[in-house]
Structures are given as C-alpha cells and as structure tokens.
C-alpha cells in the first residue's frame, strides 16, 4: 500500500511538471507571433496642417504644413518633392499653384521643416520656405509626393475630406486648431 501511494505521487509531480513546461512552451510560442506595437517609420510625414492663417480669431496671419523627419536616417527633400494641396473632394494637381515645390534641403533625423503659405514668417517664426496656397480652416486634403511621384504622407482632414490615411479624416481644425 505504502508503495502505491509513493507511485500515485511521482505520477503526480510527474503530470504536475509537464504541464507547467506545456504552459511554458505554449506562452513562449504566443509570445513570439506577437507583432509589434508600433512600426518605425521610413520617411518623412506631415506632422501638421493648418489653414485657418489670416481669418477671424486667427492666431496666424497664414496658413502652413509642418513635415517631420521621424527616422534614424537625413532624408534628401529635393527640388522634384512637392506639397500639393486640394479641397476636401477635390482632384490633386500636377502642376499650378495648389503644388508648392520643395527646395533641395536634407532634413536630418528628427527636425522639422516649415512651410508657410504666403509669407516669410508665421507668428515671428522664419519659415523654411514659403508657398502661396490658400488652404482651408475646415476640411482639406495635403499629400507629400517624392521625385518619383508617389505619394509619401497624406492627410485628409474635417469630415468631408474622400483621401485620407488610416480609418478616417483627421478630424476638423479650426481657426485657432492646426491637425
């Protein structure tokens, strides 16, 4: 009798062990097909629009698009990038004023780059470079297109935006609000 009872409790450490070590296999398993949480980016992005410059409580005389270097990377913003801007259901141009060229800089890993419509300055800050697009306060669409015409960053902003990234326009700005 003694023995069987000395048996049933290496049995039971026994099944007692392998089922630890199966939870442990299986967790690591799952562990590993997790994806990660956040990507790291690959090239610059419009980190901000705002196009409420110059109307009514208006904290700026002008409207800007603000591009942000989130890489590890300088990343060459030559004279065949553009910023183009359009109406919320509006068409892109190719060319014309809606299209502002950017001039040859290198935006090194983490810095900006402002550009302002219409002026040499936005609230006593200098501008990078100037454009002369009027965009709206409420509802737009700007897209970064490299030099070979594809479209690096779009946003679609205020609920009649039809382009945008994500699941949805950005949500409407304002006159004192950039996206």
């Given at each position: 009798?003694?023995?069987?009872k000395i048996?049933?409790?290496?049995l039971?450490v026994?099944?007692l062990l392998?089922?630890?070590?199966?939870?442990?296999?299986?967790s690591?398993?799952?562990?590993?097909n997790?994806?990660?949480?956040r990507?790291?980016?690959?090239?610059?992005?419009?980190?901000?629009?705002?196009?409420?410059g110059?109307?009514?409580?208006?904290p700026?005389?002008?409207?800007?698009?603000?591009?942000?270097?989130?890489?590890d990377?300088p990343?060459s913003?030559?004279?065949?990038?553009?910023?183009?801007?359009v109406?919320?259901t509006?068409?892109?141009?190719?060319t014309?004023n809606?299209?502002?060229?950017?001039?040859?800089?290198?935006?090194?890993?983490?810095?900006?780059?402002l550009l302002?419509?219409?002026?040499?300055?936005?609230g006593?800050?200098?501008?990078?470079?100037?454009?002369?697009?009027?965009?709206?306060?409420?509802?737009?669409?700007?897209r970064l297109?490299?030099?070979?015409n594809?479209v690096?960053?779009?946003?679609?902003?205020?609920t009649?935006a039809?382009?945008?990234?994500?699941?949805?326009?950005?949500?409407?700005?304002?006159?004192?609000?950039?996206?």
């Amino acid at each position: 009798m003694h023995r069987s009872k000395i048996l049933i409790r290496i049995l039971f450490v026994f099944i007692l062990l392998a089922g630890l070590l199966a939870g442990v296999f299986i967790s690591t398993r799952a562990s590993v097909n997790v994806a990660p949480l956040r990507q790291s980016a690959t090239n610059v992005v419009i980190s901000q629009v705002y196009g409420g410059g110059g109307n009514s409580g208006s904290p700026y005389q002008n409207d800007f698009v603000e591009l942000f270097n989130p890489t590890d990377a300088p990343v060459s913003l030559n004279a065949n990038w553009s910023v183009q801007y359009v109406a919320a259901t509006g068409s892109f141009p190719s060319t014309g004023n809606n299209l502002t060229p950017l001039t040859s800089i290198t935006l090194a890993p983490g810095h900006y780059y402002l550009l302002v419509m219409g002026a040499n300055s936005i609230g006593g800050v200098n501008a990078d470079q100037t454009g002369s697009t009027a965009m709206s306060a409420t509802a737009g669409k700007v897209r970064l297109v490299d030099s070979d015409n594809q479209v690096v960053d779009l946003v679609g902003y205020g609920t009649t935006a039809n382009e945008f990234e994500g699941g949805g326009p950005a949500p409407s700005p304002s006159n004192t609000k950039a996206d």
